[in-house]
C-alpha cells in the first residue's frame, strides 16, 4: 500500500519579528541591488533564528508570515515560494519538513521555527495526487504534474490556499520542486495570461504549506499530493478581507480582476 502524502500542522509557536521588509528570490547579478538587499534580509533572518534552531532537534515546520507594504494588492504577485525558498535556503533545507507562509497586507512579518508535528489535513481542501518521473529541468516534469490537475475545476475568484507534499530520495534537494510544481497548476488557480501555459496566478495565493517525506523507495520518481481551497475569512492572513462587507468585498474583487484583465 503506498505510503500517505506528508501533512504537518500549521506552526504556531512564539513569533519571531523580523524587523526588515522581507525580500524575495533574486536571479539579479550577485552586484545588483536587489541581491544585496536580499543578502542583508537573509542574514537578519538567520540572526533571528539562530537561537531556535539552536535548541531544537529532529525535523521541524518553518512559517513565515509576510506583512506587504500598505497599498500593495495582496492578490497579485507577490508569490510566497519567491519569499519562502531563500529564507529556507539559508537556514538549511534539510532541517526543515514542512514550511508554511502566509500574506496579508499592512502589518508586520514574523518568523515562527518549531518541531513538525504530523496531522491529517482539515476538512475543506480538494485534493490531486500524481507521479513524477523525469528531470526538473524538462517541461516533461511539469507537464506529469499538471496532468493530475487538469479536469479540476478552477477556483472560485479571490484568495486561495495551496499545499504540495512531495515524497523524495533523499539525493533529492526538494527545495528545487517547488516553483516547477506550482508552475504547473494553472488548471486550479487560472492563467496570468491566456495563451501562455505554465504561468499561473499564484500571487492569490494566500497560504502556502510544502511539505516532504523522505523516501528511499522512490529513486528520482517524486510522488506528490496537491491540496487547494478558497482561503477562509477566519484565518489572521484574511482580516483585512473579513473586515470588509459582503458587498465590499465582491466590489473589490472585481475592481482587482478588472485590473488584471
Known amino acids: 500500500m503506498p505510503s500517505p502524502p ?8 512564539e513569533a519571531l519579528p523580523i524587523g526588515l521588509p522581507p525580500r524575495k528570490a533574486s536571479w539579479d547579478a550577485a552586484s545588483a541591488r536587489s541581491q544585496i538587499e536580499l543578502g542583508r534580509y537573509l542574514d537578519h533572518v538567520e540572526s533571528i533564528a539562530s537561537g531556535r534552531l539552536a535548541e531544537l532537534e529532529g525535523p521541524l515546520a518553518l512559517r513565515l508570515d509576510v506583512g506587504l507594504a500598505a497599498g500593495v494588492d495582496p492578490l497579485h504577485e507577490n508569490d510566497l515560494d ?3 525558498e531563500p529564507v529556507v535556503r539559508r537556514l538549511g533545507p534539510h532541517r526543515f519538513v514542512s514550511v508554511w507562509a502566509t500574506k496579508r497586507p499592512g502589518g508586520a512579518s514574523y518568523l ?114 496537491i491540496r487547494a481551497r478558497p482561503a477562509s475569512l477566519s484565518w489572521p492572513e ?24
Open 112 to 225: 515562527r521555527i518549531e518541531p513538525a508535528e504530523a496531522t491529517s489535513p482539515e476538512h475543506g481542501w480538494q485534493e490531486w495526487t500524481g507521479r513524477t518521473t523525469g528531470s526538473t529541468v524538462s517541461r516533461a516534469w511539469k507537464e506529469q504534474v499538471k496532468a493530475a490537475v487538469i479536469d479540476a475545476k478552477p477556483l472560485p475568484p479571490g484568495p486561495v490556499a495551496l499545499q504540495i507534499s512531495f515524497r523524495v530520495d533523499p539525493r533529492r534537494a526538494w527545495v528545487n520542486l517547488w516553483k516547477p510544481a506550482i508552475d504547473a497548476l494553472d488548471p486550479i488557480l487560472g492563467r496570468t495570461f491566456p495563451d501562455r501555459p505554465y504561468h499561473p496566478r499564484d500571487g492569490r495565493v494566500v497560504r502556502l504549506g510544502l511539505h516532504v517525506a523522505i523516501d528511499h523507495t522512490v529513486g528520482w520518481d517524486v510522488p506528490f499530493c
Open 6 to 13: 506528508p501533512h504537518y500542522e500549521l506552526p504556531s509557536s
Open 82 to 84: 519567491n519569499f519562502l
Open 238 to 261: 484574511m482580516s483585512w478581507f473579513a473586515a470588509m462587507s459582503s458587498d465590499r468585498r465582491a466590489e473589490w474583487l472585481k475592481d482587482h480582476e478588472s485590473r488584471l484583465a
